[in-house]
């Protein structure tokens, strides 16, 4: 297990059952040893032994990620009310479409039907007027 003192360059690294104190340089692997050690961002997790100013620090640091998590959740919530909206808008879309084309199939039917109504009162008046030709030459 790692640890580092704030002000000094030392750490300590466990090593099975002894604990040796080794500079950071050998600690992080520059001397050539090998010994690796991870920086940890987040070091005030625990306030444990720690200075009065910590507190504030880590109040600070937990509300910072509090609205970054309650962010994402608004990000999320507006992305699932964009998707339900848009699919809303395209059943809209499908029904007015769907709407609109049996409404002009009804006017298209209606014209057709008025213009065969005026050709049969066209055709009648031309047999009429055949028939009283026939009637003015007998």
């Known amino acids: 297990m790692a640890s ?6 030392v750490a300590e690294v466990g090593v099975r059952k002894g604990v040796s104190t080794v500079s950071y340089e050998e600690a992080s692997g520059k ?20 200075s009065s100013s910590s507190f504030h620090i880590y109040r600070n640091h937990r509300r910072t990620e509090m609205f970054r998590l309650q962010k994402m959740d608004r990000e999320h919530e507006t992305k699932l ?6 699919q809303k808008r395209q059943r809209n879309e499908e029904e007015s479409a769907r709407k609109t084309d049996k409404k002009a199939e009804k006017r ?6 008025k213009k065969q109504l005026m050709m049969e009162a066209k055709r009648k008046e031309k047999e009429k007027e055949k028939e009283k030709e026939k009637e003015k030459e007998t």
Do not use: P
């Not at 001397?31 to 720690?50: E, H, L, P």
């Not at 009310?81 to 848009?86: G, P, S």
């Open 108 to 113: 298209r039917r209606k014209k057709l039907k």
């Open 4 to 9: 580092a003192d704030k002000g000094s360059d």
């Open 81 to 86: 009310l964009n998707e339900a909206l848009n």
């Open 31 to 50: 001397t050539g040893k090998g010994i690796k050690v991870d920086r940890v961002a987040n070091i005030y997790g625990s306030t444990a032994g720690a």
